[in-house]
């Protein structure tokens, strides 16, 4: 039982070094927002990014997440985030809950190459 709760500690702590030093790395990237808009934007890539992070390490995932595609609601307004997997999957976060309405670890992301794309979400 000793291991076993070591084991969980060294995988916590590593969890939240990475999501320091992605925090870190993405700030650095978004700092120079121009204008409110642009600014809640980016703070909120970055607080979609770090969910989905999270999300993945508690499912003691290894993927790695890549490029991300902002997705629009019919409102016309951005409502979740699609992120790319390195393993070829994807995971969709939205940026008003954090919820995760899909994830999808063998599946390519289906909106990739497309621009403007309009997501009606997931079941909630």
Request: hydrophobic share 40%.
């Amino acid at each position: 039982m000793g291991a076993m709760k070591k084991s969980m500690f060294k995988s916590t702590v590593r969890t939240f070094c990475l999501c320091m030093v992605m925090i870190v790395l993405l700030n650095s990237n978004y700092s120079y927002a121009v204008g409110d808009n642009l600014s809640k934007m980016s703070k909120d890539i970055l607080y979609a990014r770090e969910r989905a992070g999270l999300f993945l390490a508690g499912l003691n995932s290894k993927e790695v997440i890549e490029k991300e595609l902002l997705l629009k609601n019919i409102d016309d307004e951005y409502e979740a985030i699609v992120f790319d997997l390195s393993g070829g999957g994807y995971i969709i976060v939205n940026i008003k809950s954090l919820s995760i309405p899909e994830l999808s670890f063998k599946n390519r992301n289906p909106y990739s190459g497309y621009e403007d794309v309009v997501y009606n979400g997931g079941l909630e």
